[in-house]
């Protein structure tokens, strides 16, 4: 096997010396390996969405919900605004939602 371009070895020196992005990598994608937060996400993709909206775009309980937005904003995947009474949720990282876009684009498409 040939060796790899001088090009592709400083890069991936580089990622393996930023301790900190692979430590919020891997734990963002662990984050998101569970089915119905990964459903979550790609309803969110790249939209704004309350609560209720997200319950019934799932189809699940409010309280299962709630239980994994919060799993989702703990690691700082997701973002909130409140509104009076509702809360607003979104993609926070925008990392995370290029990788959402692409496992869209993967698993998702026709």
């Known amino acids: 096997m040939p060796p790899l371009p001088k090009m592709v070895t400083e890069m991936a020196n580089t990622l393996i010396d930023k301790d900190e992005d692979i430590l919020q990598a891997s734990l963002a994608m662990k984050a998101i390996a569970h089915p119905l937060r990964l459903k979550i996400l790609c309803v969110l993709a790249d939209n704004e969405l309350s609560v209720q909206d997200i319950v019934d775009s799932v189809g699940t309980s409010q ?3 709630s239980q994994h937005l919060a799993i989702l904003r703990d690691k700082e ?6 509104d009076a009474n509702r809360v607003y949720y979104r ?3 925008q990392r995370t939602l290029k ?3 692409m ?4 698993f998702c498409s026709i």
């Open 63 to 65: 309280s299962n919900i």
């Open 99 to 101: 990788l959402v876009g």
């Open 77 to 82: 995947i997701l973002a909130t605004r409140k």
């Open 91 to 93: 993609i926070g990282d």
């Open 103 to 106: 496992m869209r684009d993967v």
